[in-house]
């Protein structure tokens, strides 16, 4: 099946489509807004997002989305408990000091949580690492050891080992290559893995 | 444009401190078009030493407000008002006390900020004006913004406080003590009865440099003036231009009124009357929140003070931290960047609204 992009982006037409319409949604690390925009433009959705970058915050708030610039980190500790219906963060947990402690947050916030991670178990990442036997380096890793925003990889798996630590709900899960959906061995398929959960 | 101020004259106002002032004089001007069902009105709220000469030629504010602007007068109705306690055209300690027959002076009752508030209330209401689309302004402007939207909900559906704080902080009521004191030692002053003689320049005028030396910064002074000399005159650039900037004030600013006007800001503490999470608990009101990353006056963290309550309700805020070396001043000159943000922001208030109301007939 195909998907169809929304800015370019995959996983926001993903997250387009599991967002429910006349909701309310908190996009952490939200960039320029465009996707609240497209949720409030199409479905109607009462959006606010958190990003870091001050250039990023004007264009979104500019383009009439209200943003709040901080880190996400600490501004997930000042939302009231079960403020939105849901929490997302897309293609950053990989970013983040701690995680764990984001994940949890997100669920006493809002009702579900989204997440949209790159797939460090991916078959190319793999096949990077066991051939050059130096730090992977892929389309989806583009950066060197030194110079990586990302601190914490995750695979497919681990998050759904930590979904059941946890005791969270996954309630959709999506995988994606490319802009095709992926729906064997996700682990080793998907480049990009959308999870919808919330807690049990 | 209307470049000549309105004035309106109200009965009574009665004031935070008991006293009932009577009668109050309004000076006010408008820009652009109140439409049919008078959604697209904007109240400016001009900061400590403006007046209601927010927009066309001469305007402290002409770079925001105006046609195609930030606050656009082809779509909005704008309107700016001198404050209570101000000395162009509003009721002030210069104005005459109808007991005496002679100017107020420091005879004139102590003001507050949600006075002057009340104030405008009382100007929305004559012109004929509902709900305000927004209110908006810098520094004490902002506070006078925070106000509306604690004391009218009902009648602010967006909040634009810039550069400013909740509560004036000890630095910042420091400052204004040292410009009171600056008056006041000037034997001109004479208690403030000195609107029939000299009145005290070089008091205002000294008090006038603190307070702009308060609102550049470090790199924008360094930048502006460094190390200049002003030829033929033995004289630092920055030396002229604190004096200039301090005579050009005294020929439009009265003494006394710096006198009231800081002292309402000092005494400016929405804490006083509850947490800032209680005070905003009710309130529908939408919020745009800015401040500048080198205006160390009105720092940023003043404005996650306010920010953080409103995020803590889930209120609709958005918060930016522009960044600017203009210090204080950035709410004034820097202005490509705050007028996209105004003008995305009151669009889609505007269009939100509209919608709003479509659903509920």
């Not at chain 1, 970013?95 to 402690?101: D, G, M, S, V």
């Amino acid at each position: 099946m195909g998907v169809r992009d929304i800015y370019g982006r995959s996983d926001y037409a993903i997250i387009g489509e599991l967002v429910e319409p006349r909701t309310r949604a908190l996009d952490l690390g939200c960039g320029t807004g465009e996707l609240l925009a497209w949720l409030k433009e199409n479905k109607k959705v009462d959006g606010r997002g958190v990003e870091m970058v001050s250039a990023d915050v004007q264009k979104a708030i500019a383009r009439g989305v209200s943003v709040y610039q901080g880190d996400l980190e600490s501004a997930l500790e000042d939302y009231p408990d079960q403020a939105f219906d849901y929490v997302i963060l897309s293609q950053t947990l990989q970013q983040t000091q701690h995680p764990l402690q984001v994940l949890r947050s997100m669920l006493r916030i809002g009702k579900h949580a989204i997440v949209a991670f790159p797939n460090f178990a991916h078959w190319r990442v793999r096949l990077s690492h066991l051939s050059s036997g130096r730090s992977p380096r892929t389309d989806l890793f583009p950066y060197d050891w030194h110079d990586s925003p990302n601190i914490h990889f995750l695979t497919v798996l681990d998050f759904e080992h930590l979904a059941i630590k946890e005791d969270w709900k996954i309630e959709r899960r999506v995988f994606l290559t490319g802009r095709r959906r992926v729906t064997t061995f996700p682990n080793l398929m998907a480049e990009v893995a959308v999870f919808l959960f919330s807690a049990n | 444009m209307i470049t000549q101020a309105s004035i309106v004259t109200f009965d009574s106002l009665e004031l935070d401190c008991g006293v009932i002032l009577s009668p109050v004089d309004v000076a006010y001007e408008t820009y652009g078009q109140l439409n049919a069902d008078k959604s697209n009105a904007i109240l400016i709220e001009h900061a400590f030493s403006g007046d209601a000469h927010a927009a066309g030629e001469g305007g402290w504010w002409s770079n925001m407000i105006g046609p195609g602007k930030g606050f656009d007068t082809d779509r909005y109705f704008v309107i700016c008002s001198n404050v209570l306690g101000g000395c162009r055209g509003t009721t002030g300690p210069g104005s005459v006390s109808p007991a005496t027959g002679c100017p107020w002076a420091m005879s004139f009752p102590p003001v507050t900020v949600a006075d002057m508030v009340r104030l405008q209330k009382k100007l929305i209401d004559y012109l004929g004006i509902e709900r305000l689309l927004a209110v908006a302004g810098g520094s004490m402007g902002g506070m006078q913004a925070l106000e509306w939207a604690v004391t009218y909900p009902e009648s602010v559906l967006a909040a634009l406080p810039v550069a400013t704080t909740a509560r004036h902080s000890a630095q910042q009521i420091a400052f204004n003590e040292v410009g009171r004191q600056a008056i006041m030692a000037d034997p001109d002053w004479n208690e403030g009865n000195y609107y029939d003689q000299r009145p005290p320049g070089r008091g205002l005028s000294v008090a006038r440099m603190v307070g702009h030396i308060t609102y550049m910064s470090d790199e924008s002074m360094r930048q502006k003036f460094g190390r200049r000399v002003r030829a033929g005159q033995n004289k630092f650039e920055v030396e002229s231009y604190l004096q200039y900037r301090g005579s050009q004030f005294v020929e439009r600013f009265d003494a006394n009124s710096y006198i009231y006007i800081t002292r309402a800001m000092d005494s400016y503490d929405l804490t006083q009357r509850g947490s800032l999470t209680k005070l905003f608990e009710n309130i529908a009101t939408r919020f745009l929140v800015l401040s500048f990353t080198s205006d160390w006056l009105y720092p940023a963290y003043q404005s996650l003070e306010i920010v953080s309550a409103l995020r803590r309700l889930n209120c609709d805020v958005a918060y930016c931290n522009l960044s600017s070396q203009y210090g204080h001043d950035a709410f004034l000159v820097e202005v490509n960047e705050q007028a996209e943000l105004v003008r995305g922001f009151l669009a889609s208030t505007f269009k939100e609204r509209a919608a709003g109301e479509e659903r509920a007939s």
